[in-house]
């Protein structure tokens, strides 16, 4: 993880800004060993507690803004995990029906 994953994660409104602003976004592109960008981490933080705060929409608003190719790669990756959880679905429903039958 960067500096930003970290902020992202613990959901430091302030700390990402200044990082966004300060080291003009140097790691908003970057994914971690988990593959997530750092507004995934911010998305998915149990430490955000108003998700329609200003401070929590200011922040999704400036990682956005550096790096909007974030929502593409979402959509993407939210494709395949689709694909691949009905994907093996059908494959655990094929097993139960060989054992029925």
């Known amino acids: ?30 994914r971690n060993a988990h593959e997530k960008f750092p507004i995934h981490l911010l998305w998915e933080s149990n430490q955000v507690t108003d998700r329609e705060s200003i401070d929590y929409t200011q922040s999704i608003f400036q990682l956005l803004r550096a790096y909007p190719n974030t929502v593409n790669c979402d959509v993407d990756d939210k494709v395949r995990m689709v694909g691949d959880s009905l994907f093996r679905q059908s494959q655990s429903n094929e097993k139960k029906r060989k054992l029925v039958a």
């Open 1 to 30: 993880n960067t500096a930003l994953h970290y902020a992202c994660l613990g959901a430091k409104y302030g700390t990402i800004s200044l990082l966004l602003e300060s080291y003009d976004a140097v790691s908003v592109s970057k």
